[in-house]
């Protein structure tokens, strides 16, 4: 997901492999017709029918949302309440037990990215979660969901009940005008910060609304009942800055926000650390903190974030107007010797108007490395994350 966030993670398009096939046995949104109605194009991506691209395509969706407001439907994802079973502190202190991250430090109306790990510290998912008072809301990948809750529900029972949400929809509003365009419908939203979450009525419906994102743009998530999801959003697109934007500029969008998305940038193999996740791993969880370790992986990932690891994820910036994709393998020299790394996103950056790419690599390598692009290989920029400003409101 990513910090984003929420969405964390969350949609997008460098697994060419999940766009194969045919569109039978799939999920559909609740929006589908809406979809269809605005021109979609919809494809296969983690069990669901999704739309991909609009008729304005995906590099103006892209640019429309890093200049106005973009209309995201992200109902795949999954919401899951985690309601205490005695009292908050106990589901707080479970909670915390599962990731290397500060539960018992989110305030009530306060959300946070989060990292499941697992027993060698590898990332089995990375996640948002929301301190509601008396509860704790999850959002979670969608193609990781069904293992999450699985997970939760393995780990969390005595703690908690592990309630999946399945009758509301999700949608992201992202860019510099989407304040504006939500204020009109929920003024209260204005006064909200980045990670403050908040439950807003709106034409009778409950809003459970977030400040947060997978752009780098300020932007809210809505999540909404079923049945008043399709009003909301004609809501929304009815503005004239707001346009539909599609799977194709999330992941452009999230790749310039030098975000992760789940199973390429992170999976079960890369810890926090070396994937450039530090930051979420707050002082208390750390050694001489508060409540140092006690999470899976503990061993491996405190140990990497006192000498520091193996390897690291990198910004690439690919010389020429030619993208490298995921899976290009890079290597320290133009001739000769053993492959060094590779690439796990990359494309074309609408808004910096060149090929943006991340990658691991040795994390000691520094300057240029060579990436092999149909037998060639062709000189890469280590560049530093984000390649394009975030403009969240602190």
């Not at 989110?106 to 697992?118: D, E, I, K, M, P």
């Not at 780990?155 to 949608?171: F, N, W």
């Not at 034409?203 to 909404?224: H, K, M, N, P, Q």
């Not at 690599?361 to 692009?373: H, K, L, M, Q």
């Amino acid at each position: 997901m990513g910090q984003g966030l929420a969405c964390p993670g969350g949609a997008g398009l460098s697994d060419r492999r999940n766009l194969g096939g045919g569109m039978s046995d799939l999920l559909r949104l609740g929006l589908h017709d809406l979809h269809l109605r605005l021109g979609a194009r919809m494809v296969p991506f983690a069990g669901y029918e999704m739309p991909v691209q609009y008729p304005a395509g995906v590099m103006k969706e892209h640019l429309h949302t890093r200049a106005a407001a973009g209309l995201f439907d992200v109902s795949h994802m999954g919401q899951v309440i985690l309601r205490p079973k005695s009292n908050m502190a106990t589901l707080v202190a479970a909670l915390e037990s599962l990731m290397p991250v500060d539960v018992a430090g989110v305030a009530q109306g306060r959300q946070r990215y989060g990292l499941f790990t697992n027993a060698n510290g590898g990332i089995l998912d990375d996640l948002m979660f929301a301190n509601r008072g008396d509860h704790m809301l999850v959002v979670v990948n969608a193609a990781c969901k069904a293992d999450d809750i699985a997970h939760m529900q393995a780990h969390l029972s005595e703690a908690a009940d592990v309630i999946p949400v399945t009758d509301r929809a999700l949608l992201a509003l992202q860019g510099p005008m989407a304040e504006a365009a939500l204020a009109r419908l929920v003024p209260a939203v204005a006064a909200m910060r980045f990670m403050d979450v908040g439950v807003f009525d709106w034409a009778g419906a409950d809003l459970w609304v977030s400040r947060s994102g997978y752009t780098g743009e300020d932007g809210f998530e809505i999540s909404i009942q079923d049945n008043a999801a399709l009003a909301l959003a004609e809501a929304l697109l009815a503005m004239p800055e707001v346009a539909p934007i599609g799977l194709g500029a999330r992941d452009s969008l999230r790749l310039e926000a030098g975000l992760c998305l789940y199973g390429h940038d992170i999976d079960t193999e890369t810890s926090p650390v070396e994937a450039g996740l530090s930051w979420a791993i707050q002082k208390a969880r750390r050694t001489g903190g508060a409540r140092a370790g006690g999470f899976p992986g503990a061993d491996r990932i405190l140990n990497e974030l006192a000498n520091g690891p193996a390897r690291r994820r990198v910004g690439l910036r690919p010389d020429g107007r030619a993208p490298m994709r995921e899976g290009t393998v890079l290597f320290a020299t133009p001739e000769g010797g053993d492959p060094i790394g590779i690439v796990t996103s990359g494309g074309f950056g609408p808004s910096v108007e060149a090929p943006v790419a991340m990658g691991f690599i040795p994390a000691d390598t520094s300057g240029t490395v060579y990436g092999e692009v149909r037998g060639k290989r062709l000189p890469v920029t280590i560049a530093p994350l984000p390649f394009h400003p975030t403009t969240y409101k602190r």
